[in-house]
């Protein structure tokens, strides 16, 4: 079953104030935040957390209008116990390199959240283990009971492992540190945008997937993001 992908990011709000220009082909913003990194477990704030949204999908995400949380890239989700939640993957989902999306990805992603270096921890609290139990079907088991799981899977987005892999990115990159992983400057979700360019500072594009699972309302297919520093030197 698909569902319509409602963005939660400040460019989403921007989006809904200019309704109108949501029917051209190309829609472009600004804001005066630049992101930090393209690796999904390296900084948390809120602009890098939603521009992040449109490349890379998590679990479970929240229905913009009645906030409840729903099917994403897990289709369904059931409690095997009160510290084991069983959940259902999507199988026609694809990353942007054409590979499918499996269990591997998943426990790997969340795992890859729990790390030393992830700054995404925070929304991993109270998981002990994730497990995969088939290609399509995964398993967490909780420290304790925890009513509010789904709303901190909303947070923690998925990867490739083996695109991760292949790229020297199996670790997330430390903030602190100034040596880069491909996955600080590149990207390679499951969502309903490629990004095809970033300049820090100066702009970043993102291109629509034609491939993405789910469907998604009006006729953008191209989005471009400006620094407010970049805007204005364009202005000027």
Known sequence: MQSKYRFLSMAAAA???LAPAL????????????????DIHTQNISLQNGLHAYVYESLVY????????????????????????????????????????????AVFSLQRAMARTSAFALFAQGIGKVVKVDSRTIDIFLSAPNPVLLRQLTELRIMSRSWAQKNQSLD???????????????????????????????????KRNPHW????????????????????TRIA
């Not at 029917?23 to 393209?38: I, L, M």
Request: zero cysteines; hydrophobic letters at 40%; proline letters at 6%.
């Open 172 to 206: 997330p990159k430390e903030l602190t540190s100034t040596e880069e992983n491909f996955a600080h400057r590149n990207a390679m979700g499951t969502g309903p945008y490629t990004l095809e360019s970033w300049q820090p500072d100066v702009k970043m594009v993102f």
């Open 15 to 17: 989006a809904l104030l």
């Open 62 to 105: 929240y229905n913009s209008r009645t906030f409840a949380v729903e099917p994403a890239l897990a289709s369904s989700w059931k409690e095997i116990s009160p510290t084991q939640v069983r959940f259902a993957l999507r199988p026609d989902v694809k990353f942007h390199d054409g590979s499918a999306f499996s269990a591997d990805d």
């Open 23 to 38: 029917h051209a082909k190309t829609f472009t913003w600004t804001s005066q935040s630049e992101v930090g990194s393209w």
């Open 213 to 232: 699972w789910g469907t998604m309302e009006g006729d953008v297919s191209e989005m471009v993001y400006l620094p407010i520093k970049s805007a204005a």
